[in-house]
């Protein structure tokens, strides 16, 4: 059985270095806890570029270091980017890459973040690719639903050779389910069917194999009272968690329930 994931997207919650110590001086023992009676999801923390070193330097063995965004150049003449080797540099291993936010507030389009996919799987970062529509479809329109994600997913990943796809993780991520929208999370029945369908879209753009070992994880509107009904599914690998991440208390039982 592949290892279930969780990664915490902490978007621009937390705004202090003082914010990020207090969580992490009740995260971290009580992951530490955890850690000791059995063997854990893996825990990857997406935190804002500013605080990437910070919060290396306080995450407990085992918990990985993600970024919410990355650039699709290395090195040149980028204003305010960062790029994938800048990442690296402090020790980031996993980054969020086409999140509906920044889609929607940033004007990211299918190519840029097809290209920032390209430029991060190259460089060795794993990339946790967001896809999902924006409104709640009625089961009579469910096929728009469908051709959109998979509209999504089939740009992202243009020209992604195979090889490169080990690090590579999806997420389905329904604009509609996500907490600052309409806050209502996806049943777990239904993620489950748009995952298989996603690995469907994966199965026929690589092969069969990629499809069941890639990894695909839910996000929207988890928390600790629906963690478990999700990675209970059986294609569905983890959850995508934000401001019930943001939390320590509240993310520690996210990671009891997923056990
Ligand atoms: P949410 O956010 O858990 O607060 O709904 C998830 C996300 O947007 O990644």
């Given at each position: 059985m592949k290892q279930k994931l969780i990664v915490a997207?902490?978007?621009?919650?937390?705004?202090?270095q003082r914010e990020v110590k207090a969580y992490m001086r009740v995260f971290s023992p009580g992951y530490a806890r955890l850690a000791v009676s059995r063997a854990l999801p893996q825990v990857v923390f997406c935190v804002p570029y500013t605080y990437l070193p910070f919060a290396k330097s306080l995450l407990p063995r085992g918990c990985a270091l993600g970024a919410q965004d990355v650039f699709?150049?290395?090195?040149?003449?980028?204003?305010?980017e960062v790029t994938p080797q800048m990442l690296k540099d402090v020790g980031v291993t996993h980054v969020i890459i086409g999140h509906s936010e920044r889609r929607r507030?940033?004007?990211?389009?299918d190519e840029m973040v097809n290209k920032k996919v390209h430029a991060a799987l190259t460089e060795g970062l794993a990339v946790v690719l967001c896809v999902g529509e924006t409104v709640k479809a009625s089961e009579a329109d469910e096929k728009r639903s469908l051709d959109f994600v998979k509209m999504q997913l089939t740009k992202a990943l243009?020209?992604?050779?195979?090889?490169?796809?080990?690090r590579l993780v999806l997420v389905y991520e329904p604009?509609?389910?996500?907490s600052e929208n309409a806050g209502i999370p996806d049943t777990p029945v239904d993620a489950a069917r748009m995952i298989m369908f996603m690995r469907r879209i994966m199965a026929r753009l690589y092969d069969a194999k990629i499809a069941t070992s890639c990894r695909v994880i839910y996000g929207g509107s988890v928390s600790s009272q629906n963690a478990a009904s999700f990675v209970r599914e059986e294609p569905i690998d983890g959850v995508l968690v934000g401001s019930?991440?943001?939390n320590a208390r509240e993310f520690l039982k996210v990671i009891t329930e997923a056990l």
């Open positions: 997207n902490w978007k621009a919650y937390l705004t202090s699709w150049e290395n090195r040149g003449p980028y204003t305010g507030h940033l004007g990211e389009t243009e020209g992604v050779p195979r090889k490169l796809l080990k604009v509609w389910a996500i019930a991440s943001t």
